[in-house]
Structure formats: structure tokens, C-alpha cells
């Protein structure tokens, strides 16, 4: 008889363990990343010098202000390599949890996602082959033109240059080198993509320049689930004390001059 209730005794403790341990399990469940004090970032890695590859490691601007937030939040950072016009729905789906590209805050956009305070400024540029006719922006809005103009799939240079010239003047392309494959090939009269990975391109690559006038202005900032608004409000507050005490300027004058 004694025996028997020592073994219930036993048994109650052992089913109480194993009840709060499912509770913790939920808990972290319900928080998402925070289960593995992890926050994974997805980015499109052909972007320099906002994400890019130095050996197999993912490196930028993007890369090292992520990394500086998920430290001011003590947490490890990951980051996913995708295509560009895979992010947002990589965000919206939660297979990640949050998206930095340098990526610009547009209306479309926002339709899905929330974004964070802008951490930085782009500028569109147009690069097309030395020699070319089209020598300012202006040329590409004259009356009669048909200029084919190359972007990279789901950047705001695709979305503007399709609104202003229409998608039979527009070819999109999976990342910036293949665009510029195509100009120099011919397929393209020109290509449009933000100012910094421009500069490497052109660096890169002979008899190509970039047009002294810029195509639009924008400012970079990371998008977030609608749903997690507690994420975004430590995002913001990271970012607000990384701007205030110089890391996130700090972090842009070592990759752009």
C-alpha cells in the first residue's frame, strides 16, 4: 500500500514537470524567433555595398546595422539569402522575421508589410555604355523615345521605370550584374538601379557610366510582419539609439567613401 502511494506521488510530480515545461514550450512558441533568441533577416545578397559576399559570408552595410540592432536586443542574427521579390513574402509568411535590402518604403509596399524609420538615403541611378545617346534623365521622357531599360525584379527601379515608361520598356531581371550583362550585351539601352551597387558595377565592368543626374531619390528602411508590431517597436527604439550614438553613420563611412 505504501509502496502504491509513492509511486502516485511520483507519478503527480512527474505529469506537473512535464505541464510546465509544455507552458514554457508554448510561451516560446508565441514569441517566434525569441524561442531561439535568434532574429533572422532575409536580404538579397547581390547588393553592394548594402549586402554582398566575401567568401561564403554575407557582409554590407544592411549586414552590419542588422548585426548592431540584434545586438542591442541580445540576440544572434541570421541572415537569409533570397531573391529580391522573394522578401516580402518571406516576411509576411514569417519564415523570417524581418527583411533589410536596402529597401525603400513605397506605397505598394505597404500594403503588406509595415516598415521601421528610414537608417539611410538612396538615390536611383542610370547607367548605360560610354558614347550613348541617352546622356540625362530627360532623355529617356523625350517624345518618341523607346528606350529598353534593364532593372532588377521587384526594386523600386523596376516598379518607377515601369509606371513612367510601361512594362513593354522594361526587362527585369533576377540581380543588378545580370541587368548590366544585358546592357553590355545590347538587350538594354540602359540600366536603372540605386547609386552604390551602380558605382561597383561600373567599376566592375569597362565602358559603362553612370549619368550625372539621378533618376529618384528614396530612403532605406526594413520591413516587418503587419501582425508583429512588437518587433517593429524594438527595431525603431534599436535603430533610434545606433543613429544617435554614430554606429549606424560609422557603419555607412566604412563601406561608402
Known amino acids: 500500500m505504501k509502496l502504491t502511494k509513492i509511486l502516485a506521488v511520483v507519478l ?16 516560446g512558441n508565441a514569441s517566434g ?5 535568434k532574429l533572422v533577416m532575409a536580404t538579397n545578397a547581390y547588393f553592394q555595398p548594402y549586402e554582398y559576399y566575401e567568401g561564403d559570408k554575407i557582409v554590407g552595410i544592411d549586414a552590419e546595422i542588422a548585426a548592431a540592432i540584434a545586438g542591442k ?25 524581418f527583411g533589410m535590402a536596402g529597401m525603400t518604403v513605397t506605397e505598394k509596399r505597404l500594403e503588406s508589410v509595415n516598415f521601421t524609420s528610414s537608417y539611410a538615403t538612396g538615390v536611383q541611378s542610370i547607367i548605360v555604355k560610354e558614347g550613348s545617346p ?19 525584379l521587384g526594386t523600386t527601379g523596376d516598379i518607377y521605370s515601369t509606371d513612367d515608361f510601361g512594362s513593354d520598356n522594361v526587362v527585369q ?3 543588378g550584374n545580370e541587368a548590366v550583362m544585358a546592357l ?48 517593429l517597436e524594438k527595431l525603431n527604439n534599436a535603430i533610434d539609439e545606433l543613429i544617435a550614438d554614430g554606429t549606424v553613420d560609422n557603419i555607412i563611412a566604412k563601406y561608402i567613401k
Request: hydrophobic share 45%.
Open 173 to 175: 531581371y533576377s540581380n
Open 12 to 27: 503527480v510530480a512527474a505529469m506537473a514537470v512535464l505541464g510546465f515545461a509544455a507552458c514554457v514550450a508554448d510561451d
Open 184 to 231: 553590355q550585351g545590347g538587350a538594354v539601352d540602359c540600366v536603372i538601379i540605386d547609386n552604390q551597387p551602380a558605382k561597383a558595377l561600373v567599376e566592375a565592368n569597362e565602358g559603362l557610366v553612370i549619368l550625372d543626374t539621378s533618376y529618384a531619390d528614396e530612403e532605406y528602411a526594413i520591413c516587418v510582419a503587419k501582425e508583429n508590431t512588437e518587433l
Open 33 to 37: 524567433a525569441n524561442l531561439e533568441n
Open 134 to 152: 541617352i546622356t540625362t534623365v530627360e532623355d529617356l521622357y523625350a517624345e518618341g523615345a523607346a528606350y529598353k531599360v534593364g532593372v532588377q
Open 73 to 97: 536586443l541580445g540576440m544572434e542574427l541570421e541572415i537569409k539569402d533570397m531573391q529580391f521579390d522573394s522578401i516580402l513574402t518571406a516576411v509576411e509568411t514569417g519564415s523570417v522575421d
